[in-house]
């Protein structure tokens, strides 16, 4: 519904704002409500200003110190907990009540004829509360700030013309480090607040110059007092958000994190704050390219083009109204679809399931070719088919040796590529079989793929290491092929069910072994019995050092037994179980121990282990009960994680079959674990006593707003 156009009328002669705002009235009606959401947000920005100003005492905007700094604040600084959290989440509130507000001043169209000035204050105050949301968030410093600011800043950077100025003036730099902290520190504590100030002040100077609007039905005569009826009214809302704000911050105090590391791996799910994502799901469904334009940058451009029509609906209403008085209905269905729009792009950004390709389409050569390297540096079909247009499997390997064999020719593309591989594959079975003309064995381009080559680094490449495993079951889960070499066809469905697999494929751990890790690359060979230690040794080298000096080294080699894999099996290597520390059940002593002198050692090693890890569970189950509640804890498990790596070393001695040698690492561990345990129970009581105080406090503010109430009735019956 349209509001009427009435204002305050001017200051008379010797008039003061003071006297105006004594005798400043508020009309009632239907619509009366939207007017406290103004306020509200003015008290929430006035809650942001304190706890800011506490926070400042105790923060340092450094790489270095920041993280630590807030940490610190929470955990050491009195009431710290509760500032920070009072400042997350009041921020949070105050944008929300921002847009409530001014969206019911968009539907109700009172932003017309003579409070265009007003609205366009209003505009800008919208576009510096979303800057102080987008410059706070990063002033943690903790992994999902850091990265979502690394994206946001990105995306800055499209701005057509001017994009990577905005980028580097932002970032103080190419990259988010310290001095994008200190630039960030510098917005969020000066020149934004400067230019809320100043913002602020004018709009309102304006509401009071001009009034509220009022509806067309709107009755003279029905107004209230601003002071103190109005007034009142507005720190009973004033009250039951700071209720709520208390509530929020001793229920679910603002998470700390983890610190940022520039050097770690994005986690999944990067999204920036709730006001943004609208914004953030927008460009992921923007095409790459709108006519001759990126996409991103026409995005862009519009979320600019939109905020100037946002600012402007004053004056483009005014315009089409003189023209066409039905006009001003066409502004407020564009203001509920425009609504409509944020509100279903935000839900769909928190409720969208990343979807991953698993398979590549299959192309014509040519095509192939295109995202070939060899295309990229220049190579072309007739460098490597002039002589011979189609090579037969064996000819394969000697003809991409005539390249990569050539220590001089390699040296243009690639100075640190290796030129033995033809030589390493000559030795290997797969190479020898393929000299006597087996056509069945792998060659070059059964790895590699033919026309459709990429670098090694390349995760669509067939030899990047979480496609490896597959590359070799192409041929060794091949039941017909196999059963010619005697070779079982199930290895790489036990390679899938182990734990390397898991870590590799599942957890995308490129750190985690493939087959050509045990196996080898071009001399791919099947490690003997002797080698087995020393192959898995690679990679877990105490174990190998252990296990060589243990009572078990030289009975296993007179036996003929391959080490590791008596214990843990070869290709369906198992996660380890302190229960395989037994003669009992999935125990693997059993096979070669039953009754000897030996069970009790192997009970004893198995009992410490076992003990020290129900007291590091005990403890951890503690502290995750504390950390639920929101209790800043990170000390404390750092201390735990201590605690754990001990016990990770526990379980690698068993290699040594010491039971003194494991009572040396756990013994001590028991004792870090008891005083981790008694800080989570100190924290689990602070948590009491933080929901005791919020208690008392929401029952001081009940008993508040009542007696307003009943002030409010007083005075309106007199």
């Known amino acids: ?52 100003i506490l926070l400042l005492l105790y923060y340092r905007p450094t790489a270095e110190s920041a993280f630590e700094s807030v940490q610190f604040i929470m955990a050491e600084v009195s009431f710290g907990w509760l500032i920070r959290s009072i400042h997350s989440w009041s921020a949070n509130l105050m944008i929300l009540t921002l847009f409530i507000h001014m969206a019911s001043v968009y539907l109700t169209r009172a932003y017309r004829r003579p ?3 007003t609205w366009i204050s209003g505009v800008g105050l919208l576009v510096v509360v979303l800057g102080f949301g987008f410059s706070g968030y990063l002033l943690p410093w903790n992994k999902l700030a850091f990265f979502a600011t690394q994206v946001g800043t990105q995306i800055v950077g499209s701005v057509p013309i001017v994009g ?72 009973v809302g004033w009250l039951v958000a700071l209720g709520v704000l208390a509530a929020l911050a001793a229920i679910f105090p603002w998470d700390l994190g983890v610190k940022a590391d520039p050097f770690a791996p994005a986690p999944k799910g990067i999204r920036p704050e709730w006001f943004f994502v609208w914004m953030f799901q927008t460009l992921k469904i923007v095409p790459a390219h709108v006519w001759i334009f990126e996409g991103e940058r026409v995005a862009i451009l519009g979320f600019g083009l939109l905020l100037v029509l946002i600012a ?11 023209v066409r008085p039905s006009a001003s209905g066409w502004f407020t269905m564009l203001g509920w679809i425009l609504l409509l729009y944020v509100f279903v792009m935000t839900l769909s950004g928190y409720l969208e399931t990343p979807v991953f390709a698993s398979t590549l389409q299959e192309a014509a050569p040519d095509e192939l070719f295109k995202s070939d390297i060899h295309n990229q540096l220049g190579i072309t079909c007739g460098d490597c088919h002039k002589d011979n247009p189609q090579p037969e499997k064996r000819e394969v390997a000697a003809l991409c040796a005539r390249c990569h064999s050539d220590l001089n020719y390699m040296r243009r593309f690639n100075p640190q590529m290796r030129v033995d591989q033809f030589a ?30 990429r670098r090694v680094r390349d995760p669509r490449s067939p030899v990047y290491p979480t496609q490896i495993a597959s590359t070799c079951a192409k041929c060794h889960s091949d039941t017909k092929r196999m059963a010619a070499y005697k070779i079982p066809a199930n290895q790489f469905d036990k390679y899938r069910r182990s734990v390397h697999a898991t870590a590799l494929l599942d957890r995308h751990d490129l750190a985690a072994p493939s087959c050509n890790n045990c196996h080898g690359n071009h001399g791919a060979r099947p490690p003997g019995v002797d080698s087995v230690a020393s192959v898995c040794g690679q990679c877990h080298r105490q174990e190998k050092d252990l296990f060589g000096k243990s009572p078990h ?27 395989m ?27 410490s282990i076992l003990k020290l890890r129900l007291d590091i ?102």
């Open 1 to 52: 519904m349209a509001f009427e156009q009435q204002h305050s009328p001017p200051l008379r002669g010797g008039e003061s704002l003071l006297q105006r705002f004594r005798d400043k009235t508020v009309p009632i009606h239907r619509h009366t409500i939207w007017y406290y959401f103004g306020g509200m947000t003015l008290f929430l920005f006035s809650v942001q200003v304190v706890t800011g």
């Open 115 to 117: 409070r265009e000035a």
């Open 164 to 235: 990577s100025f905005l980028l580097r003036f932002l970032r103080g730099g190419e990259s988010v480090t310290g001095a994008t902290i200190t630039r960030f520190y510098a917005f969020h504590v000066a020149i934004l607040p400067a230019t809320a100030t100043a913002l602020l002040a004018l709009h309102l100077l304006l509401v009071q110059l001009y009034g509220m609007s009022t509806p067309p039905d709107y009755k003279a005569g029905r107004t209230m007092r601003f002071f103190p009826n109005f007034l009142l009214r507005d720190i």
């Open 312 to 322: 402007a609906v004053p004056l483009l209403e005014a315009r089409s109204s003189s």
């Open 424 to 453: 390493e594959y000559q030795t290997s079975v797969h190479g020898m079989r393929n000299a006597r003309g087996d056509e069945n064995v792998a060659t070059c381009t059964s790895c590699h793929s033919v026309h459709d080559i």
């Open 553 to 579: 080294a030289q009975p296993f080699q007179n036996l003929g037994l391959a080490g590791c894999v008596v214990c843990h099996e070869n290709h369906e290597i198992r996660k380890t179980d302190d229960r």
């Open 581 to 607: 520390l037994s003669t009992e059940g999935i125990g693997v002593c059993s096979a070669c121990h039953s009754d000897d002198a030996s069970v009790m050692k192997i009970r004893s090693m198995q009992s």
């Open 617 to 718: 569970d005990t403890a951890s189950e503690t502290l995750e009960r504390a950390e639920r509640a929101g209790m800043e804890i990170s000390k404390t498990k750092f201390n735990l994680e201590q605690v754990h790596a001990e016990l990770v070393k526990a379980r690698v001695s068993v290699h040594a079959f010491s039971p003194e040698k494991i009572a040396e690492l756990t013994n001590p561990a028991m004792t870090m674990t008891a005083a981790a345990h008694k800080n989570a129970d100190r924290a689990l009581e602070e948590v009491a006593f933080r929901r005791r105080g919020l208690g008392y406090a929401l029952i001081a503010i009940a008993v508040t707003i009542i007696g307003l109430i009943l002030k409010i009735r007083e005075i309106e019956s007199r």
